[in-house]
């Protein structure tokens, strides 16, 4: 009801609201794009677009005196004295007279130094004057490519009919264009709420815009923004630390105020810091504009090439405040050739500074989007927006819009899914994909060679899958359905093992799923599956070590889960399980040969007749909590989207029961915790932490299946991208236990704070990686591990090793050894 009443109140300002439009040029008659505009002694304001083209909405016309700013020229008044519902203003700007004193600069008395002292000293105050307001808010974002190419390393580049509908031949065009319009309430340091009224993406009217208030708000008068790392700002406490300064010019604005331009200029090249100008107003030391670069490398992106980050702020003479009216964040990216560019405008106007807010203001929504935010039509768009589109924006709504209704109609789709649902002879053996569009479903083959799926172990030698997927999906409903078969073939044992799956989501709201499974598989005796098939095949072909250890699984299981309260997820499963030892079947390897494996028994490595366990069977049953502390959520008419709080931890509970056994031994109740927290040290790095604790009860005779096991690493050679679930150095099954255990893993990265100071070593781009982890259990002694190595590795823009030293330490056992991080094999196992 709130958002209806806003959109109300909005549509009834709107039509009380006069129109004063124009073009914004320099005296050679060029456009200037993104000039501040804004009503003098107001904060209705607006920007002018690509092409200087601005329409800016006022209550009255007559008398109303707008204001013209844009960086590098001077400042110009307007009075407009007609009484119309519309006129037309062009103006043109007259570039500004810079004025600085030939003086002989000390560097011990640098006057931009002193400058940026007094705005250090002077920004709380002035960070205070907007800590807590309400304004409307309005973006405009455009992405674009250059040079796409129909594939990318042989895999054909699908880009959906919205985002490709306006590419040329070459592959160059619009990939996305959205607006958006907001109401915005802030409360300083980290209170926020943001009321999405219209949202509107072209070439899809069920979209909804992702460039928000939330996503863009950037303060210069915070130590550090985030951009994917903590990027300095220019006037943060410890900024000398990080920059040098050089008042290049002042100037005076349409109030009489002296402006001061500083160029900021980084002491060290690799820091995560801005590079360009910042503005600063004489007197009060609050920020006049931005004008500042982000390296991509400083923050860490290596995609990115250069960002660049202007704001502009307008004065109000009556309160006394300066108060950000526009912003543009623009960037330029590649990768294989391809060229990306981005754009995106801001339009901050009508703020309001109350002297405090209603206490449920504020909560854990961060954003609510307004029922019909995505079905505004072209009029009211035309009407309210305060950017006008240029040309090109405006044919790609015209085609991309026009040709939706012609790329969603059955005739389309069933077209396009004909010529790529066509069956050929060879997908018997390579696997076919079927999709209907417009009924929303799908079917895959996965085929009789489904080579991606090949791997090796002692038991099963060579094993190969193939198998059949159903999909079915509704976006609106938010609902997904998928039911599948999966097929294994072990070439050594010469077993056929099978498993079913199936899983349906009801919604987006609360994420109620009910999934389920059954069939003959072999497992891993630690199910959390340390070792993954493409490392284990490695190990054992070439270097004859078999560390995955498995058993056969005959079972069904049936789980649910949703979101039972905000940050609250609980899930439950219960399960039949038949278990069989297995035994080595194969002795094969391509190196090593007269060397023999270990057997498949992880307590007796050296036994090949004694199984690990005895065949038996059981019921198990399991409930498990995940608590996200403070999270927040975006609410959309198709869903909500929780973001968990960064401040806070989250924590996992889990009972574990297994009852109805083959024999009485085999029963057991198990307890666990964990605990999950990131703490961000700022631009220092960051520091993560997971703490995991459980006991069993009567387990004194259970299957060493049910052990818990720990994930170990004997292969030196890791997969994930934090070492925060994972011993680098231990065995994989040493430590099992079946009573109480507590392991901690801890890993600080330092985000090049340390690494970006120490000369060539800098060259590298890279982070340092810090890490201990402790494991204790009854009757053994502690295990501990330190680790230290180096993250953000790799060629040009690929940045996808890592490499560690570890110590590792237990009962007077001293190792050492290298872990090389290979995190592209997460993506390919």
Known sequence: MRNYTLLAFLLFSISNFAQIKGTVTDEKGNPLPFVSIFQEGTYHGTTSNEQGKYQLNVKEIAGSTIIFQYLGYKTQK??????????????????????????????????????????????????????????????????????????????????????????????????????TISKVSLEKPNKFKENILASKISGNNRGYSYNTAALSNYDFYDNALDFDVKLISPIADNAF?????????????DNNQQINKIKVIPKRDKEPVF????????????????????????????????????????????????SKNAQTLSFNAGIFGVKFSGNFNYVYSNYEFPASFEKKTFGNELVAFDLNANKKDDAFWNEIRPIPLTMEESNDYT???????????????????????????????????????????????????NISSLSFNTVQGFNLDSGFSFKKWNEEKGTNTSI????????????????????????????????????????????????????????????????????NLEFVEINYGQDIANGVNLTGKIGYEQRKPLFNTTDYSFFKKEDLYSSNNPLAPDDFTTPAFDQHHLFKALVTTRINFGNKYISRPDGRFNFKDDKYPTVYLAFEKAFATSEKKYEYERIGASVQYDLSLGNKGLLGTNFRGGKFFNAENISFIDYRHFNGNQTHIGTSERYLNVFNMMPYYSNSTNDSYFEMHTEYNDTGFIMNKIPLLNLLKSTMNIGFHALAIPDKKPYSEFTVGLDNLGFGKFKLFRVDYVHSYQGGIRQNGVVFGLKILNALD
Request: proline fraction near 1%; aromatic fraction near 14%; hydrophobic fraction near 35%.
């Open 78 to 179: 307007k009075i407009v004295l007609a009484a119309t519902t519309t006129v037309i203003l062009d103006v043109q700007l007259q570039e500004e007279s810079f004025a600085l004193n030939e003086v002989v600069i000390d560097p011990k008395n640098n006057p931009a130094n002193a400058i940026i002292k007094s705005a250090i000293a002077n920004k709380k105050e002035n960070s205070d004057k907007t800590g807590r307001y309400t304004a409307d808010f309005y973006s405009k974002g455009m992405l674009k490519v250059k040079d796409l190419p129909k594939k990318i390393l042989g895999k054909k580049v699908e880009l959906g009919s919205d985002m490709g509908a306006n590419l040329d031949s070459t592959g160059t065009g619009i990939l996305y264009l959205s607006e």
């Open 241 to 253: 630390n990080y920059y040098k300064y050089k008042l290049e010019s002042t100037f005076y604005d």
């Open 275 to 322: 590079e360009g100008y910042i503005y600063i107003v004489d007197d009060s030391f609050a920020i006049y504009a931005i004008d500042l670069e982000i390296k991509g490398y400083r923050m860490k992106n290596e995609f990115t090439e250069i960002m660049n980050l202007k704001q502009s702020f307008s004065y109000n003479s009556k309160n006394k405040i300066w």
């Open 399 to 449: 085609k991309k819009d026009s040709l939706q209704t012609i790329r969603k109609s059955k005739k389309h789709t069933d077209s396009l899914d004909a010529k790529n649902n066509k069956f050929k002879v060879w997908d018997v053996l390579m696997g076919y994909d079927y999709k209907n569009t417009f009924k929303k479903y799908s079917f895959d083959y996965k085929g009789l060679l």
């Open 484 to 551: 599948s078969t999966t097929f294994n073939y072990g070439f050594s044992d010469e077993r056929f093992r099978a498993i079913g799956e199936f899983s349906h989501r009801f919604n987006t709201i609360n994420y109620a799923t009910i999934w389920g499974s059954g069939g003959t598989k072999t497992a891993q005796f630690n199910s959390a599956q340390p070792i993954s098939n493409l490392i284990n095949s490695i190990s054992s072909l070439f270097f004859k070590d078999n560390y995955m250890k498995l058993y």
